[in-house]
């Protein structure tokens, strides 16, 4: 008896042995930050928002890549106007702003009592030093391009901002959302400040990201005292997530998984404001040749992959814009090419290829929607003797290799606009942009594009906007698809979520209701 | 003593040799850090500068050296992907990851071994057959598919636990522990019914020695004989086996990670691997290595406990 | 040495593989429907006559793509197996039956090897040969399941190396590699055959596993583990899509193991 008993202690030191490791552990972890916050409320007045993939690197503003980094932290940064959610600007920071009669000089008077979130006023010097980072161009390219065009920021007084510039533009104001940072601040990468109505608190990579709200924001107050965003990259972990209660609100929402919601959400339906595509590189061969990318094209049944993939949801669009810019959408675009596979083939063979060729599409793999509407796709383009071999990647891939490496041939993915102008939309397809991952060259565009942008006149400029989407259509940039429907699932109980023309989510309006 | 010793040093020299090896595979596949890091904003003088400032200009084993202390020091270098130290993405994973393989490992014993022992004394017949058939059953489920359907089960159907909600080990042990319990289930299923096999035919082995048939004519109760001689040296394959098990265990949480959504280094490495985030995906790598080689170090240690006799080398 | 008597397990074994090998094979030329089609019946249907295991989120018939599938990852673990199998045999055979230093280092490379769980190692080999693509799935694999082999074969080939029958052949002035391929190879079926089910077995786990993770097949080459992993988001609207699946590779593992289970039931009997 004695010698089993010698056995299983063996055995149970080795047990203990393994778990000394963990709890010993796990002990060096308590002091991590508490909120005490949570234990003083008796009902958490706090959210989880789920969203599928981690933010940028850098939460800096000013250096924001992702849609999903300005998404989140436009509850956290406000410019000297900001955008409303039917599409106008609004003043923020700045509470009143004149124009002079040539249009060259804008001045902005400050509001008064609006507080970064370190407790600092926002200053004259503040506005100056974040105007200027912006438009610094002696590194290349400005981080806002549309800033080119500023001569000068001066500040006149304590409150008082002067901007002139060097030819007038109407989309200028639109730009002036950019955010407003601390002067000489340099942690905007790990540290965020800004002056929106919620403040950044936390962030673990792959994880967390919480925003608490700022007590003295200047406007009205947020609802909510915390907002944690999760990161659940896996959409089917998503979908799990929201069923079991982890997730109280989640945007951008797959229709098949909206449509298998308990009853304990209810769904908010809203158009993206993006443009769903196969964008296509343009500079490889073989789809440097305009009949290749027409023939996608007519090989491309919109309808099915809306059908298909989003359960019906969705408006097809025809170029690089989508309905909710309202103005600058040319709907008769929308029918520029429609399924034709006859036609496909018939380009196809003018092109060389009358028995098809192989391609890749490389997808975000975090975005089910676009890896759904690649796999439609690809069975689409068997029609027509094309061979497409899907590769999923990362999302951080996806940028270093794709957006900026471009090192592509074809891509599902959409893109949206940072500011609420034709311009945002279709500056990227100028042949010199920074952000031209799709490496389109054409001279008319380019041309067109100049003229655009130093346009005064509101219609003439708009004109000239849809002559551009038109140009993109006409030469087949990319195989346009749709603007998806942005479904939303709110949790029972839960209210005020309002949608924005723009790829951004406001959670200051979000509130329990009473 | 002097066994001990000598296993430690074995254990060590095979760490060195492991991490040698990953280092140098990560080294030579990734490229050039620096332009990795840099990216499009590479020119030949910021990659110069940058090479200089990280320090690859010098020799490979220098930099091998330091990065091995850095398991030591915390400082194992910076995520491609994240731009954060690689030390502070992963420390918070590793002990999440330690728990649920401690957990299904204490499941696993605490389940095979009294089960093991049982079917050891009854063989043949109908049951038998009936048992093997379960058991093979068992071991054909992958633990990944157990995972959806007891995540299914204890989430949205009993509610149990928040799928997709790890409360984190630092702030809510007890929330945390029943958490990955859902996940040890999913992976302990196959490994229980492996470790019974192994424990019954061990034991049976055993039995069938001549000592045991010796003392059992002597009048010896089966019972008896099957503790205070048989146990022993059966143990020694068992421990063996266990600590086999234990870095199986570890390799399946990565994917029974995934399923359930659980913070730890699994689905790290998975990302890091999708990433190219070399840096990442290298001190992962070393870290299971490390407690794989542990386990293997610390089952010999306990084997020689049991059976003097063995020595170095002859233990499996 | 020889037997061929069958047992229970054996059969069952047989007979099961034998069954989802036909299917399988039946699926490579002919599936109900074309297994990529969408739109085949309506979405997310449940199982129906027409649409046996039902269908997934573009209409696209289950069973057919499981078929499709199931040739996937069985020719995947074949290959796996047959590489492991072969290349682990080789050198198994060569440092068996030859010893000396070259012989321990490799079995002391090989102990090392074998201690570390197939999937972390495949896992290492994929991140180094780039994920997404099969053959890379097949290489990393392959080069992971030959030290188990290796280790199987060379015990065996040591131990025949000085029977008689071995010896006299020698005396006769046999060639090496006749000895090596006639003689000795032959005979150590009986401890091969057990190790490919096994092998085989842990192949298919593992194909599943990395494709489950993103990082094995993708689509839109159909993977039992792919789809898995997507029918996991889809649970509680279509459970019969993740069931169907995973039933599918339960059954395929659990013929092997049986067939294993049985052969070496058969050669204990033997012995």
Not at chain 1, 258 to 277: R, T
Request: glycine share 8%.
């Amino acid at each position: 008896m004695k010698k089993r008993l010698t056995a299983f202690l063996l055995l149970a030191a080795l047990l203990c042995a393994v778990l000394t490791g963990c709890g010993g552990g796990s002990a060096d972890q308590t002091p991590a930050e508490k909120d005490p916050s949570t234990d003083a409320a008796p009902v958490a007045n706090e959210i989880t928002v789920g969203i599928a993939n981690d933010l940028d690197d850098s939460l800096d503003p000013h250096k924001t890549v992702k849609a999903g980094t300005r998404e989140v932290m436009f509850n956290v940064f406000e410019g000297l106007v900001k955008p409303t959610p039917d599409g106008d600007l609004t003043p923020a920071i700045a509470e009143d702003y004149t124009v002079s009669e040539d249009h060259l000089t804008y001045t902005f008077t400050l509001r008064e009592g609006v507080k970064f979130h370190n407790g600092d006023p926002v200053t004259a010097e503040d506005v100056k030093y974040s105007i200027d980072r912006c438009a610094d161009d002696s590194e290349g390219e400005p981080l806002v391009p549309a800033f080119l065009i500023i001569r000068e920021v001066q500040v006149v007084d304590e409150k008082t901002v002067t901007i002139t510039l060097t030819e007038p533009s109407n989309e200028f104001l639109s730009y002036l959302t950019a955010a407003i940072l601390p002067a000489g601040y340099d942690g905007q990468d790990t540290a965020p400040i800004g002056t929106g109505p919620f403040k950044f608190v936390s962030r673990a990579a792959q994880d967390t990201i919480v925003l608490e709200k700022f007590d003295e924001y200047w406007g009205d107050p947020a609802y909510l005292d915390k907002v944690t965003f999760k990161i659940v990259e896996n959409a089917d972990s998503l979908m799990m997530s929201l069923q079991s209660g982890a997730i109280d609100l989640c945007n951008h929402l797959p229709t098949t998984q909206a449509l298998q919601l308990s009853d304990d959400f209810y769904i908010v339906e809203g158009c993206m404001s993006l443009v769903q595509a196969l964008y296509v590189n343009n500079a490889v061969a073989p789809f440097d040749d305009v009949r290749v990318r027409q023939a996608l094209c007519y090989a491309t049944d919109r309808q099915q992959i809306i059908d298909l993939a989003f359960d019906g949801y969705g408006s097809l669009v025809g170029s690089s814009m989508y309905p909710t810019l309202g103005k600058y959408f040319d709907d008769s675009l929308t029918d520029t090419y429609t399924y034709d596979t006859a036609k496909a083939k018939e380009l196809l063979a003018e092109a060389g290829y009358p028995d098809g060729f192989d391609m890749t599409m490389t997808v975000p793999s975090n975005y089910p929607q676009h890896v759904d509407t690649a796999e439609v796709l690809a069975e689409q383009y068997k029609a027509v003797g094309i061979n497409v071999e899907i590769i999923p990647v990362e999302w951080n891939s996806w940028i270093s290799d794709v957006y900026v490496g471009r090192q592509y041939q074809t891509t599902v993915v959409g893109v949206d606009a940072s500011a609420m102008t034709a311009r945002a939309m279709l500056e990227r397809f100028n042949s010199q942009a920074g952000n031209n991952f799709v490496n389109y060259q054409n001279d008319e565009y380019d041309a067109l594009f100049q003229q655009a942008i130093t346009c005064y006149d509101d219609a003439e400029q708009t004109a000239l906007y849809k002559q551009m989407e038109k140009n993109l259509a006409d030469n087949a940039a990319n195989v346009y698809i749709q603007a998806p429907a942005d479904l939303v699932a709110v949790r029972k109980g839960l209210e005020g979520f309002q949608f924005y023309p723009l790829y951004v989510m406001d959670l200051s309006t979000v509130r329990f209701a009473q | 003593m002097k066994y001990a010793a000598k296993r430690v040093a074995m254990l060590l020299l095979t760490m060195v040799i492991v991490s040698l090896l990953a280092f140098v595979a990560f080294d030579l596949i990734s490229g050039d850090p620096a332009t990795a890091m840099l990216g499009t904003e590479a020119t030949p003088e910021k990659v110069a500068a940058l090479r200089e400032q990280l320090g690859l200009n010098r020799p490979l084993m220098v930099r091998y050296g330091e990065w091995l202390l850095g398991f030591f020091t915390g400082d194992l270098g910076m995520s491609y992907s994240y731009r954060q130290p690689v030390w502070d993405l992963i420390a918070p994973k590793v002990l999440v990851t330690l728990c649920l393989s401690g957990l299904t490992f204490l499941l696993i014993v605490a389940v095979s071994i009294p089960l093991g022992l049982r079917s050891a004394r009854q063989s043949g017949g109908v049951l038998g057959s009936v048992r093997t058939l379960v058991n093979q059953l068992c071991m054909a489920v992958p633990p990944f598919f157990t995972g959806i359907l007891l995540s299914y089960l204890f989430s949205t159907v009993l509610r149990w636990f928040v799928h997709g909600q790890f409360p984190g080990l630092d702030k809510d042990l007890g929330g945390s522990l029943k958490y990955l319990f859902f996940a040890s289930l999913a992976l302990a299923i196959p490994r229980v019914a492996m470790t019974v096999r192994m424990l019954r035919s061990t034991v049976q082995g055993e039995m069938r020695k001549d000592y045991v048939r010796t003392a059992i004519s002597r009048g010896n109760d089966r019972g008896g004989v099957l503790y205070q001689h048989v146990l022993k040296n059966a143990l020694v394959p068992v421990v063996t086996f266990l600590a086999q098990t234990m870095a199986e265990i570890v390799a399946s949480s990565i994917v029974v990670e995934q399923v359930f959504g659980i913070p730890g280094l699994g689905r790290m490495l998975v990302a890091s691997i999708s990433n190219r985030d070399y840096p990442t995906v290298q001190a992962i790598v070393v870290i299971l290595a490390f407690w794989v080689v542990l386990a293997g170090t610390v089952a010999d240690l306990i084997n020689q406990r049991i059976d003097p006799r063995l020595r170095l080398g002859g233990a499996s | 040495m020889k037997n061929t008597r069958m047992n229970g397990y054996l059969k069952a074994g047989l007979i099961l593989t034998g069954f989802l090998t036909a299917l399988i094979i039946l699926g490579f030329f002919w599936t109900p429907y074309d297994p990529e089609a969408m739109m085949a019946g309506p979405k997310l249907q449940g199982p129906t006559w027409q649409h046996l295991m039902g269908t997934d989120k573009f209409g696209r018939d289950i069973f057919s793509r499981v078929l499709q599938g199931a040739g996937t990852t069985f020719t995947i673990a074949a290959s796996v197996v047959a590489i492991g199998a072969v290349c682990g045999t080789a050198v198994g055979a060569l440092t068996g039956y030859f010893g000396g230093i070259v012989d321990e280092a490799l079995m002391r490379l090989n102990d090392a090897l074998t201690a570390f769980p197939s999937i972390l190692l495949a896992l290492v080999i994929i991140s180094i040969l780039g994920p997404g693509s099969k053959y890379n799935v097949v290489l990393a694999l392959g080069l992971v399941f030959i030290p188990s082999f290796a280790r199987v074969t060379r015990t065996a080939f040591a131990a025949l190396r000085d029977v008689n029958y071995v010896k006299s052949a020698r005396l006769m002035g046999a060639s090496r590699r006749r000895i090596l391929l006639v003689h000795i190879l032959p005979n150590t079926m009986q401890v091969l055959l057990p190790a490919i089910t096994i092998g085989f077995n842990n192949a298919v786990l593992a194909e599943a596993s990395m494709s489950f993770l993103g990082i094995g097949v993708t689509p839109p080459d159909a993977s039992l583990g792919y789809m898995l992993s997507e029918a996991q988001g889809m649970f509680i609207a279509a459970p019969w899509y993740a069931i169907g699946t995973g039933v599918t590779i339960v059954l395929l593992v659990f013929g092997v193991g049986l067939i294993g289970e049985g052969l070496q039931r058969r050669d204990k009997e033997v012995d």
